[in-house]
């Protein structure tokens, strides 16, 4: 059914750069508001960064000025732009998405990736 395809973790030195996408696909009609969690071993998932359908966005303190959120609309698609990782950054990333499947119904069902990871070395 209804899925995210997450694309672009890998391991990276402190400093440098990752961008993660994120592709919705199934029978969607529209895509309302996504965002990029994470979760280090050990820690509670949190928000990293969110993005409406408008394109309004915010971050975690931890990462504004460092990542850059963004989307495409036309292809169901999300982006996180990390510069400037640092090893605190290491975590599985998770894209969410909430998901109206219905024309009819304002119905918006919460979909999440399957992770990726991401390991920042020092």
């Known amino acids: 059914q209804v899925q995210l395809v997450e694309s672009g973790g890998g391991s990276v030195q402190a400093g440098g750069s990752l961008r993660l996408s994120c592709a919705a696909s199934g029978y969607i009609f529209r895509v309302d508001n996504m965002g990029w969690y994470r979760q280090a071993p050990g820690k509670q998932r949190e928000l990293v960064a969110g993005i409406s359908s408008a394109h309004d966005t915010n971050y975690a303190d931890s990462v504004k000025d460092r990542f850059t959120i963004s989307r495409d609309n036309a292809k169901n698609t999300m982006y996180l732009q990390m510069d400037s990782l640092k090893p605190e950054d290491t975590a599985i990333y998770y894209c969410?998405?909430?998901?109206?499947?219905?024309?009819?119904?304002?119905?918006?069902?919460?979909?999440w990736g399957q992770g990726t990871q991401v390991t920042v070395s020092s």
């Open positions: 969410n998405a909430a998901i109206q499947i219905h024309a009819a119904d304002f119905h918006l069902y919460p979909v």
